[in-house]
């Protein structure tokens, strides 16, 4: 599934008070121009129908989250928003410049004042709240989004720990400020751009080159959709498109004022282009890029519809009814429901261990409408500026606002220092909670194929290796296999030998293959890999053993041959094929084998269950999953794995599915010892622990 669809939409939060000065001053103070025909958007200027828009985009977004199979394309509430952002901050900045108003450091101070109070005190809020609710790994995990958040890039964050590694999305209760990011980061640039260009084009040269920038950043969407989807969701230059079609509409807004047949019909499409792409699109379709054009282009049509009414004038009746004051009062407070909504929504999930009742999502999403009602109320609106804002005082903004996030990153950075305060727990309980905070500690500096000949001082275990030397014992594969480095520290001491990790994550020991799902970007980052591990063999040749592991079920009947000139049987590779190929490399040069076949892994993180079980004393091993359930997944990798150690002497395997799993569980604990970091990935002192329980090769 994309990891799109999972994920939180954003909401502009503009303020068209600004806007409405912004208009009038121009329209008073503006030097004369050539005469042309007033519009309706120039004498309306406040234009309530957006904030019905915003409406319309925040209740897609609470209700995908809340019953996303009832609304299962509510996410392009995301792409309203950002559409109705660019076209309003657009229409300030331009209204501004024509009236010789505008000031950056005013600018920015607005945004700050606009958006900076409310999102603090959600922030503040979901961090006290982790704090009673949260397990330590996700407690850490909230600390370092609200470090990104506070800072203005959790869109990275979240972009950088997408897909193998990512936690489920109801454990990351600020997963939704990635939009909020992609916004800030876009009212860093659009606006320097506008005051360097504006002055010296015409609006058609202006309109012209932001059509160009929005075709490129389209282009560029589809293009990264294909190397890279959680770029093309999280990133600024893919999204940008969405927020340069409404900057293009407030540019050309002055020459646009549809008749009233026209508007209605522009109305009506518009609006059934945004409510049938979340009733069509699902969780599984290619977004965003071209499948979100109907959503971008519907909330544009919708805006444009309104532009022609004023002077008595009627507006065409979807616009009337956006216009209605109980949806203009949903838009405006759209900003702090969106903030509300999704860590409610999650903490609740997270504190339950399971999904929620529907009467349980209903009632999260009525708290979430009154703590938005509060917080519009009380926090957005006494800070919102309502008139001429000075340089001074924009400049106090600036600073009082900057210590306000450097605060929160502060505290944010804290939490994770802390590994998300395990010494909240304590007993059983907290020896869970401290052992899962910790993973293979040689992870950070040993991991990847460029640290495969450096940092021999960190990545070295075992004894010493004597400088000029061989080592004797090194680890190949994906992230499966760096978990396995505290065992192996630990085996590698006892039997007197030197060991090195040579490991590259969501990298399968296969040479000459590619994982077909993968990323053209992963698969080249895995083809140089292999070519470095290759090279690591034949510049250490004392080896005397090599250990395999990785998530094989991923692999099987996943691969193919490498198309880049390596010299590679024809034919689609089976698992059997391909790691019988890899071990044959490592034979012909006298090196044994070791295969760790795949632990068992599990669809959710277990350790709330078994918190759970441990305090009330009941039997952990049902935190677990099914034997027969995961013994049925594994079972096309082991056989392979069991074919091509056969009849081979040299190659000897540990089945950990043996070893962790009993006639009907497979269990995240062994002898009293918690072994997994998350649902795929041993901690330390769990791999330590299995120590005893696999079949290493003794070498002394």
């Known amino acids: 599934m994309s990891p799109g669809r999972q994920q939180v939409a954003g909401n502009s939060g503009n303020d068209e008070a600004a806007i409405d000065t912004a208009l009038r001053q121009a329209t ?95 922030i503040a809020a979901v961090l006290v709240a982790g704090a009673l609710l949260l397990s330590p790994e996700t ?42 990011s992609v916004e800030d980061q876009f009212y860093l640039t659009w606006p320097l751009l506008l005051l360097l260009l504006a002055p010296r084009l015409s609006r058609v040269a202006l309109g012209a080159l932001t059509a160009l920038l929005l075709a490129a950043s389209l282009a560029y ?32 807004a002055a020459n646009v004022s549809p008749g009233r047949g026209l508007a209605e019909v522009l109305a009506v499409v518009g609006l059934a282009a945004i409510v049938a792409s979340a009733v069509l699109l699902t969780p599984a379709s290619r977004f965003p890029g071209l499948s979100a054009l109907p959503s971008v282009a519907g909330t544009l049509l919708l805006i444009a519809a309104g532009l022609g009414a ?23 407070i759209s900003y702090s429901l969106y903030l509300w909504h999704w860590p409610i929504l999650s903490l609740a999930q997270f504190a339950l261990s399971r999904h929620l009742a529907v009467i349980e999502t209903l009632s999260a999403v009525a708290l979430a409408v009154v703590a938005a009602v509060l917080s519009w109320r009380y926090v957005e609106k006494p800070f919102r500026v309502h008139g001429p804002l000075a340089s001074r005082e924009a400049w106090r903004t600036l600073l009082v606002g900057g210590a306000v996030m450097g605060s929160i990153a502060l505290t944010g ?18 020896k869970v909670y401290e052992d899962i905070a910790h993973g293979n500690p040689l992870r950070s500096a040993c991991d990847g194929s460029e640290n495969a000949f450096v940092r021999d001082d960190i990545c070295n275990f075992g004894r010493p290796k004597p400088i000029g030397s061989s080592y004797e014992v090194a680890v190949f594969g994906d992230s499966n296999a760096d978990h396995l480095v505290p065992m192996l ?13 040579v490991t590259n994550s969501a990298c399968a020991p296969l040479f000459d293959v590619v994982v077909k799902t993968r990323s053209e970007r992963d698969q080249r980052a895995c083809t140089t890999y292999h070519d ?25 009947g996943n691969i193919d041959w490498r198309s880049d000139g390596a010299r590679v049987p024809a034919g689609m590779p089976q698992l059997a094929d391909a790691l019988a190929r890899s071990v044959a490399f490592f034979r012909s040069r ?30 952990v091993a049902a935190c677990g999953r099914p034997t027969k359930e995961v013994k049925a997944v594994l079972a096309a990798s082991n056989r392979a794995i069991a074919a091509v150690a056969a009849g081979d002497p040299g190659v000897t395997v540990t089945w950990p599915v043996d070893i962790l799993c009993g006639p009907d569980w497979c269990s995240p604990m062994k002898d009293g010892v918690y072994l997994y970091r998350d649902s795929v990935h041993l901690n330390a002192a769990g791999s330590r622990a299995l120590l005893s329980h696999f079949a290493l090769p003794e070498l002394r």
């Open 221 to 252: 969407a589809e293009v990264k959709l294909s190397a890279n989807p959680d770029a093309a969701f999280y990133l600024l230059l893919p999204r940008a498109w969405e927020l340069l079609a409404g900057c293009l509409l407030a540019i050309v």
């Open 139 to 180: 407690y850490r995990e909230t600390g370092r989004s609200a470090v990104a958040a506070a800072l203005m890039f959790a869109n990275f964050l979240f972009y950088r720990t997408a897909g193998y590694f990512s936690a489920p999305p109801d454990e990351k209760p600020l997963l939704h400020t990635w939009s909020l």
């Open 590 to 619: 006298g090196i044994r084998v070791h295969i760790v076949a795949q632990i068992p892994h599990f669809k959710v993180m277990p350790s709330r269950c078994t918190v759970r079980a441990l305090t009330a004393g009941k039997d």
């Open 310 to 332: 004023g002077d008595g004038k009627p507006a065409p009746l979807v616009v009337r009814a956006l216009a209605w004051r109980p949806v203009v009062f949903l838009g405006l």
């Open 489 to 501: 520290t630990k085996w590698a001491a006892a039997q007197g030998v030197s060991g090195r990790q």
């Open 28 to 122: 008073a103070h503006a030097a004369p121009a050539p005469p042309k025909r007033e519009t309706g958007a120039d004498r309306a200027f406040y234009m309530p129908h957006v904030d019905g828009l915003r409406a319309v985009a925040i209740a897609t977004v609470v209700v995908f989250h809340a019953f996303p199979n009832l609304l299962p394309g509510g996410y392009v509430g995301v792409d309203v928003f950002f559409v109705i952002s660019g076209f309003l901050i657009t229409r300030l900045i331009l209204a501004e410049m024509q009236a010789g108003t505008f000031s950056l450091p005013v600018f920015f101070a607005r945004r700050v004042r606009r958006l900076l109070p409310a999102a603090t005190v959600t």
């Open 413 to 430: 950075g804290a939490i994770r220092a802390l590994d998300g305060l395990p010494q909240r727990f304590d007993g059983q309980v907290g």
């Open 532 to 556: 470095v591990a290759r090279r690591f063999v034949d510049a250490n040749p004392g080896l005397k053993l090599v250990v395999l592991s990785g998530v094989w079920a991923n692999y099987h």
